[in-house]
């Protein structure tokens, strides 16, 4: 029995490091998708700017996506749909409306968006988009400063921040559910069989990144996508 354990676990191994180079070039990323998003118009005649890692990967499409609000005239939150492949998921944009409508009334050459806190943040907590804001500043005021909320959320707060503060670059650190030359679980699942091994980080990750991995048992370098604390699956088709 245990070497037929030992044989599934190695066959099924090897299935997924023959799989890996070809399904990793199937997917697309959170930077392709928007690289695509960039073409599209909103309602209001403003371009869309989405929430999404670069390196987060997604199921191939073989067509151009499409992009439309997932709710009547409210582009906050965009749906992206696949046509051809028959997947969508839904991605929340940056842009505030509101605020850009007041900055195109009161248009100043000199001043740019920038990210700044909606509420006072403590130290050690972890950024989301209810934490922000954009507010527009004197760009020779803005060193270090962020101009897209996406390069903010998830990011770690090294100190006590207060509401209306722009936010620098040295204040805030990055928080990896994964990090490089740790130990991770490698784990594939299907309807019939789940495996789990051990493996180490050969890269830093967020959720939905696509690093590389050591099989610490067969030192075998796989593609996989971190699914949580020190978890990552094997990039295969699902």
């Known amino acids: 029995m245990a070497l037929l354990r030992?044989?599934?676990?190695?066959?099924?191994?090897?299935?997924?490091?023959?799989?890996?180079?070809v399904q990793a070039s199937e997917r697309i990323t959170g930077f392709d998708i928007k690289a695509q998003a960039k073409s599209a118009v909103t309602s209001s005649g403003t371009s869309l700017d989405l929430m999404v890692s670069d390196k987060r990967t997604f199921f191939k499409c073989g067509k151009p996506?499409?992009?439309?609000?997932?709710?009547?005239?409210?582009?906050?939150?965009?749906?992206?749909?696949?046509?051809?492949?028959?997947?969508?998921?839904?991605?929340?944009n940056n842009q505030t409306f509101q605020i850009e409508e007041e900055?195109?009334?009161?248009?100043?050459?000199?001043?740019?968006?920038?990210?700044?806190?909606?509420?006072?943040?403590?130290?050690?907590?972890?950024l989301t988009e209810d934490h922000l804001a954009y507010s527009f500043q004197i760009s020779d005021d803005l060193p270090g400063g962020f101009t897209s909320m996406s390069e903010v959320i998830g990011r770690k707060a090294k100190f006590n921040l207060a509401r209306g503060a722009v936010i620098k670059t040295r204040q805030l650190e990055i928080v990896y559910p994964v990090e490089k030359g740790k130990a991770?679980?490698?784990?594939?699942?299907?309807?019939?069989?789940?495996?789990t091994v051990n493996a180490i980080a050969l890269e830093a990750g967020q959720l939905g990144d696509m690093i590389k991995v050591k099989n610490s048992r067969s030192g075998r370098i796989l593609t996989a996508i971190v699914i949580g604390e020190k978890k990552v699956t094997p990039l295969t088709n699902m």
């Open 6 to 21: 030992l044989f599934m676990l190695t066959f099924s191994v090897l299935i997924w490091t023959g799989l890996n180079a």
């Open 65 to 92: 996506l499409s992009f439309a609000p997932r709710m009547e005239n409210d582009w906050s939150t965009v749906e992206v749909t696949c046509v051809s492949e028959n997947w969508s998921t839904v991605l929340r």
């Open 103 to 126: 900055f195109e009334n009161t248009f100043d050459p000199l001043k740019s968006k920038t990210v700044v806190v909606r509420k006072n943040i403590t130290k050690g907590e972890v």
């Open 184 to 195: 991770v679980l490698l784990i594939a699942d299907n309807s019939r069989l789940s495996i």
